[in-house]
């Protein structure tokens, strides 16, 4: 089966500027999850899907990020306006049912200057 | 506050010896442990899991065990190779909770 897909791979901004991030999972994996990972640490999730409705969103800071799933596939990741701590790389995971293993996508680098 | 440590950031090991990679936790309602791959620009990839009714899970070369009172788990790789070289993650989670990450463990197999 096809993997998680996510793009793009790199991302350059300058802090202050946008950014969307998008992801599109495995067929037929109604979880979809968001984590950020900074440089030495580990994935850390900022939101959860079900289908099309957030599950677990705490983690998020909303006042600067924000994500939509519509249809329940596809996933966008957006940071508004975003700030030199954002330089992480973004990781999409989905999975079939509870307790199945999290399938990750490559990930896209963000790099904020 | 880190509920799922990985004190030690790297482990260097021969080709053809035992790996022996450790994660802590501290929430009692963790009941299901999973351990992670990374390589260099791909993401995390499933390598074993275990559910906190087993003391031990085995698939090929990797084995994991768990030991809930001293709320410790180990992932033993045997014999390494040196293509298991990679980041690897311990990761837990409760019942209707997301999956928590350690910090890694960069694995070196010389060979």
């Known amino acids: 089966e096809a993997g998680v897909a996510q793009s793009p791979r790199y991302k350059i901004i300058e802090k202050r500027q946008s950014v969307a991030f998008w992801c599109n999972p495995i067929?037929?994996?109604?979880?979809l999850y968001w984590y950020q990972q900074i440089l030495g640490q580990g994935p850390k999730l900022l939101i959860q899907?079900?289908?099309?409705?957030?599950?677990?969103d705490s983690q998020l800071p909303k006042d600067r990020f924000s994500a939509e799933r519509l249809k329940g596939v596809d996933s966008t990741l957006k940071i508004q306006p975003a700030k030199l701590e954002d330089s992480a790389v973004y990781l999409c995971?989905?999975?079939?049912?509870?307790?199945?293993?999290?399938?990750f996508g490559n990930g896209t680098r963000l790099t904020v200057t | 506050d880190q509920q799922v440590k990985q004190n030690s950031p790297s482990l260097s090991v021969q080709e053809g010896r035992i790996s022996i990679l450790n994660c802590d936790y501290t929430n009692s309602m963790f009941d299901y442990f999973l351990w992670y791959k990374k390589y260099p620009a791909e993401g995390p990839t499933f390598l074993i899991s275990?559910?906190?009714?087993?003391d031990k899970n085995e698939d090929g070369r990797f084995t994991v065990f768990l030991n809930k009172s001293a709320k410790h788990l180990s992932l033993h790789i045997v014999p390494s190779q040196p293509g298991d070289s990679a980041v690897y993650f311990c990761a837990a989670k409760a019942q209707g909770t997301a999956l928590i990450f350690g910090k890694g463990t960069t694995l070196s197999v010389s060979s």
């Open positions: 995971a989905s999975r079939r049912s509870t307790n199945s293993p999290l399938h």
């Open positions: 275990i559910s906190s009714i087993k």
């Open positions: 067929s037929g994996h109604a979880t």
């Open positions: 899907f079900q289908n099309n409705g957030v599950v677990d």
